[in-house]
């Protein structure tokens, strides 16, 4: 039973560019969300999708962008990128039908902006 | 808006001796707690939740936490700890079911076993 997967694992991009980040939820999961866990720091809330749609948001300007696909998978998009954008970016995954879901996470990806 | 404090940075206890990691939380509702751990440049984990229930969690690796709503804790416990159990531990609340998928996590707490 595959977990949840994320790629790439890691990326160094320059300031002002784009960066598209992918993963696939645990197997019959279909709901994803995104955060970003800077250096020392916990993980925080970017957003989840649920059905295609963007469902809640965290504290995160619009340079953060995302996407679900029929099949689940989702792509987490930012522009513009800032040195401070340099964290490791984490995927998780449930199933909403499930009450007191569990949660699940994958290895993450980490991106280096210079 | 909900919030979990991890007071420690660091645990550090030797192998073979109990281990408690603390964790408090603040939630307006019922709180929906979770522990997960993170090994070196490694994703997390899920240990083990809290929903609803006996206050005594069970989870993975020996691990148990036990809720203490007066107190507002969730505090991660093993009564025998092992050096591979050194590790980042993070507490986290969902402050409703409906939340989904938005966790609010510590900061995080560094636990080292010694041999």
């Known amino acids: 039973d595959a977990g949840v997967t994320q790629s790439p694992t890691h990326l160094i991009k320059t300031r002002g560019q784009q960066v598209t980040l992918r993963c696939s939820p645990k197997?019959?999961?279909?709901?994803v969300s995104w955060y970003q866990q800077a250096l020392g720091q916990g993980p925080q809330f970017i957003f989840q999708y649920y059905e295609e749609e963007e469902r809640q948001r965290g504290n995160f300007p619009d340079r953060f962008s995302g996407h679900q696909f029929p099949n689940y998978s989702s792509e987490l998009n930012v522009n513009a990128l800032l040195l401070g954008d340099s964290a490791l970016y984490l995927c998780a995954s449930s199933l909403v039908a499930v009450s007191g879901n569990t949660i699940y996470f994958g290895e993450g990806s980490w991106l280096t902006v210079v | 808006a909900q919030s979990v404090a991890q007071p420690e940075d660091q645990v550090n206890v030797a192998e073979g001796n109990p281990l408690t990691v603390k964790c408090t939380y603040s939630?307006?509702?019922?709180?929906?707690l979770f522990w997960y751990v993170q090994y070196p440049n490694r994703g997390l984990q899920f240990l083990l939740k809290y929903i609803t229930g006996d206050n005594l969690v069970k989870g993975s690796y020996g691990f148990e936490a036990e809720f203490n709503k007066s107190q507002t804790s969730f505090h991660l416990k093993k009564p025998s700890a092992l050096v591979s159990d050194s590790a980042l531990y993070f507490c986290?609340?969902?402050?409703?079911?409906?939340?989904?998928?938005?966790?609010?996590f510590g900061t995080g707490t560094r636990l080292l076993v010694s041999p």
């Open positions: 197997s019959g999961h279909d709901t």
């Open positions: 986290a609340v969902r402050e409703s079911l409906e939340d989904f998928q938005k966790l609010v």
């Open positions: 939630v307006s509702g019922n709180p929906y």
